[in-house]
């Protein structure tokens, strides 16, 4: 059933809540109306997203400090790069993580467990059933939601705004089906001392690293995109095999996030602490942009001499070292 058609979810009192949410398109606005208590775990699935785009970036000159993470969806790249197809990509799949399991919660008053079909190769004595990730509600409201944004816009067929919508709105979709694809079956076993006689199972969402994991392979060999005379993405690149929905497409190329550049979101990678003894790309010299790096001391307070008391706790002291620290110019 499509989420948009239920009207026992509107919420009266719900504008004043939804006009004041920064960052929010007129569809998206409308769909705060009608599920205000959506609103929670949309947030708390695009924050999700955001961190673990700062995560898998952490060592890179781009290290997703351009979100800005102070509105639901606010956009401050400009530009239709590889990091913003992964900015989409994450946040996207963050709603579907998150709605997904706020219906198996019991905290959304429009969906509950999942209701996933039997998987064919499942043994015929193991039940299926449990109370699982509703990952279909979870999927369809994100596509709803996450892009009524994209939808909304109308630009000349052809122009480079139009191909920005299309490039966001595969970049979404691809986002989603990283979190449909690493959902997976659990089960849990019954019977007398740990027989497991029985077991029930039930569809269960992939621990979100791992669908971070997934989507930075994704950026790592996205596909550049262009527009053809008929108003279509098409490959750059006739030599590499064409993308699928799963992949990230992009249609600017990159730039070096060396300096700050509004145009562009970087905030450049002046103070950034940085390996010296690294080749990598968070060793000083690529990440210092070949503008050299300061040294000095820092000491580090961390948990050490730990042990275990019965029961159940443990106990640790805290240590403190003097290390060198390197930090770009």
């Not at 102070?70 to 913003?84: D, H, N, P």
């Not at 191909?163 to 709105?169: G, K, Q, W």
């Not at 027989?195 to 596909?223: H, I, M, N, P």
């Amino acid at each position: 059933m499509n989420p948009l058609l239920i009207p026992e979810a509107y919420i009266i009192g719900a504008q004043p809540l939804c006009s004041q949410l920064a960052g929010l398109s007129k569809g998206q606005k409308k769909l705060c109306q009608l599920y205000q208590d959506h609103m929670q775990y949309i947030g708390e699935g695009a924050k999700t997203g955001i961190r673990e785009c700062q995560f898998q970036f952490r060592h890179r000159r781009w290290n997703c400090s351009t979100v800005d993470n102070s509105s639901v969806f606010g956009r401050v790249m400009q530009i239709g790069s590889r990091e913003t197809a992964f900015t989409y990509a994450i946040s996207a799949a963050g709603v579907v993580n998150a709605v997904s399991r706020a219906c198996r919660e019991g905290e959304l008053s429009s969906c509950g467990c999942s209701r996933a079909a039997r998987p064919k190769d499942l043994p015929r004595d193991w039940l299926w059933g449990g109370c699982g990730d509703n990952l279909n509600y979870g999927y369809r409201f994100s596509k709803e939601f996450v892009d009524a944004r994209e939808r909304e816009k109308t630009y000349a067929k052809g122009s480079i705004e139009s191909a920005r919508i299309l490039m966001n709105i595969h970049n979404n979709e691809a986002g989603r089906r990283a979190v449909s694809d690493l959902a997976h079956v659990s089960c849990k076993c019954h019977g007398v001392s740990g027989s497991c006689s029985l077991k029930t199972c039930w569809l269960q969402l992939a621990d979100f690293r791992k669908v971070g994991d997934l989507l930075k392979e994704k950026y790592d060999s996205a596909a550049a995109m262009k527009l053809n005379s008929r108003g279509k993405l098409v490959q750059m690149n006739n030599k590499f095999n064409p993308p699928t929905g799963q992949d990230l497409l992009y249609i600017d190329p990159s730039p070096d996030y060396c300096m700050v550049n509004k145009t562009t979101g970087s905030l450049g990678t002046q103070g950034r602490l940085c390996n010296k003894t690294s080749e990598g790309m968070d060793g000083c010299a690529l990440m210092c942009c070949g503008r050299g790096y300061d040294q000095f001391k820092a000491t580090l307070v961390e948990r050490c001499h730990c042990k275990f008391h019965w029961c159940c706790y443990v106990k640790c002291k805290r240590c403190s070292r003097v290390v060198d620290q390197f930090v770009c110019k």
